[in-house]
């Protein structure tokens, strides 16, 4: 029998029960949907946080600060300090290190305030040459004297205060108070800062006047830039800073955290895949329950075709093709539907995280509103898709179609 | 004269849970080229068993098969599901595909040797209306007569152009009237065509236009009717025989 002929029968089989088929049908399209949406919004998600933490993202830089090891104990008495600067100057390679300072302040704009919340101290000048396109004004100038007094804040910060408009902070420990005008506006970052960048949650002030107001000399961390982002040099500064400080430090590559959120991401979605797929392993017991009594009920069908000469083979393929259109459609459907789904979840999703506020993260950056997560479909997905939704349908239905080709046909024949 | 069929002491054995049943018990028979042979036997008798080992659907226990001259127990079952397409199955229940209309159900027995589209659509065509079916091609079997679904199971089987036909009680499960119209049909094409024709039947009335009648009794086949254990009556199918080309004979005069 030619493929086409047996494409044509399977499909008349199908279509003769209607509503079985629809429901076995919607079996693969919920196992295809849950993984496509699952994965899409996983895509989408990854996108969108790397996409945020890329935004004036260096890759050259380096994270130096004091290791708070889980394994080894570091020495609780070591601190990084301001004068530690001169540490790196020994070390190749080394483009600048720039220390960032922080301290807890209840902040005070006007009428509002927020309390415990960080207070940046940077070089502004150093801040800007290592962070280029991402520490620049909106509004206002980045002072380039170092002994200014005056704020610069990130663009969420702009709802409580204006240019101009005083803040004042009043440290937690030490009750120290500052008061002056903001005289710079960042441009939307948009995310999380990676690298010590700056954040649109971020408030700045000089170093120096952290350092001399608040008598703070102890360091969160160091930003150290490089003179090229070769994985060699990376490692080769790292291992030297480490030496440098007698192991006392964790020197983390900004590239290595995006690997690592990368790869985290990677599991996740795997493991959320791994969860949707077992609602298409439950579609594929569905399709060869389905596709047994099927079997039982065209048992004198297969007798009599047997018996007008069909081989063993083109029964198979009849069995095997009316899974193959189960699991196709299925597939198709079911990447549709994923992908709606995906798209009115992230709908949901970024409209409930957008009013995230500042909670603290890596290199001082606060958790970003997400803004719109779009779940993403690549066409290697696709692919997958249809491939499993296929294969699944495939080896759930071959034990049926083998037992359909294996039938004697005397028996089939015989079969009330 | 070619032989269709033969066969050489044939045993057929199977297993009733676990009593062996010896259904065929050392047949000798043969069919040329062109014969109408019905073979005869009550319920039980072996006729089925013999119809499957026949119509290849079987191998016999022991003996040989022959069909186109070929030993059927040497093939495999692919070789036997191409030389099923050589012979043309009609059943007592008719077997058509429920789901498909009567022009698909003789279009398959088609389809399965490979025949192009074009070239199956007039097959199909010529061979419903030959058996009278031209307006109903289009109709589902739950939608013809028992005599019409017989009439699409004989077109299915003729559209292969069998080297003969097997025929399982054709008119088993019909009225008398659609009856003698299937057995004037299938005389018709022994007689006109030339088509060989073995049916396997428990009806003696209806072997009565055969060339020849084997009684099948107790898996054991006999020239003659054993009467003394199954009660045929040769003498009366004779006269039937003689009565019906009386009226067939008188009916050309008028």
Not at chain 1, 168 to 192: K, R
Not at chain 2, 59 to 64: F, R
Not at chain 2, 80 to 90: C, K, N, P, S, Y
Request: a neutral charge; proline letters at 3%; glycine letters at 10%.
């Amino acid at each position: 029998m030619k493929i086409f002929d047996i494409l044509k029968y399977s499909g008349r089989s199908l279509k003769s029960q209607k509503w079985r088929s629809f429901l076995t049908i919607l079996g693969v399209l919920i196992g295809i949907a849950a993984i496509v949406a699952l994965t899409s919004l996983g895509n989408g998600f990854e996108s969108t946080i790397t996409g945020q933490l890329e935004s004036g993202f260096a890759t050259n830089t380096l994270i130096v600060s004091k290791k708070s090891g889980t394994f080894e104990q570091p020495d609780p008495l070591f601190n990084l300090y301001y004068e530690n600067r001169s540490v790196f100057e020994g070390i190749d390679h080394i483009d600048l290190a720039m220390p960032v300072l922080q301290v807890t302040c209840n902040v005070s704009f006007g009428d509002d305030q927020i309390n415990a919340f960080p207070v940046y101290g940077v070089d502004y000048n150093n801040y800007s040459y290592i962070f280029p396109s991402s520490f620049v004004a909106k509004e206002g100038g980045i002072p380039t004297n170092s002994s200014t007094t005056n704020y610069v804040v990130g663009s969420n910060i702009d709802q409580k205060v204006d240019l101009d408009d005083p803040i004042e902070i009043t440290s937690i420990f030490g009750g120290v108070s500052h008061n002056d005008s903001v005289v710079a506006i960042l441009e939307e970052i948009g995310g999380v800062s990676l690298g010590g960048g700056p954040t649109d949650n971020g408030i700045y002030l000089h170093a120096n006047l952290i350092r001399y107001k608040f008598n703070i000399e102890i360091v969160s961390y160091f930003i150290v830039l490089l003179d090229d982002d070769a994985d060699s040099t990376i490692n080769s500064v790292s291992d030297a800073i480490s030496t440098a400080f007698n192991d006392q430090v964790s020197v983390i590559a900004s590239t290595a955290v995006l690997d690592t959120i990368q790869s985290a991401f990677g599991t996740i979605e795997v493991f959320l895949g791994g969860i949707a797929g077992i609602s298409l392993i439950v579609a594929g017991i569905g399709i060869m329950n389905i596709m047994i009594v099927s079997l039982m009920e065209r048992t004198r069908e297969i007798g009599i075709i047997k018996a007008l000469g069909m081989k063993n083979s083109s029964i198979l393929l009849i069995f095997l093709c009316e899974t193959i259109f189960i699991g196709l459609i299925g597939s198709l459907l079911g990447i549709g539907a994923g992908y709606l789904f995906a798209s009115l979840f992230g709908r949901v999703l970024s409209g409930g995280a957008a009013g995230g506020g500042p909670t603290g993260g890596f290199g001082g950056g606060g958790v970003p509103g997400f803004g719109t997560i779009s779940p993403i479909i690549t066409l290697d997905m696709f692919g997958l898709a249809i491939f499993y939704g296929v294969l699944v349908s495939v080896i759930f239905g071959l034990y049926p179609a083998w037992r359909a080709a294996r039938l004697e046909p005397v028996e089939a024949l015989r079969y009330e | 004269m070619k032989f269709v069929v033969k066969t050489e002491n044939v045993e057929k054995t199977y297993m009733q849970g676990k009593i062996p049943v010896h259904a065929l018990r050392g047949i000798d028979f043969s069919v040329e080229e062109g014969e109408y042979v019905a073979i005869l036997g009550p319920s039980g008798s072996g006729k089925s068993t013999l119809l499957n080992l026949i119509g290849a659907l079987d191998v016999p226990t022991k003996g040989k098969v022959f069909i186109s001259g070929q030993d059927i127990s040497e093939l495999n079952s692919r070789k036997r599901a191409e030389l099923r397409r050589t012979i043309g199955f009609v059943f007592q229940f008719y077997n058509l595909i429920p789901r498909i209309s009567a022009f698909k159900n003789v279009e398959l027995s088609l389809s399965v040797k490979n025949i192009s589209r074009s070239e199956r659509k007039k097959i199909v065509k010529k061979i419903l209306t030959d058996v009278g079916l031209q307006d109903r091609m289009k109709h589902a079997p739950n939608e013809l007569s028992g005599g019409q679904q017989q009439r699409v199971a004989i077109a299915r089987a003729l559209a292969l152009d069998p080297t003969y036909l097997l025929m399982d009680e054709p008119t088993g499960n019909v009225d008398t009237k659609t009856r003698d119209m299937i057995m004037k049909l299938i005389n018709q094409l022994n007689k006109e065509k030339g088509r060989t024709i073995i049916m396997i039947t428990h009806d003696q009335f209806i072997a009565k236009d055969s060339d020849r009648i084997e009684y099948l009794v107790d898996g054991k086949l006999y020239h003659k009717p054993p009467k003394e254990r199954i009660g045929y009556n040769t003498n009366s199918l004779k006269k039937q025989k003689l009565n019906d080309n009386k009226i067939i004979a008188s009916e050309e005069k008028s």
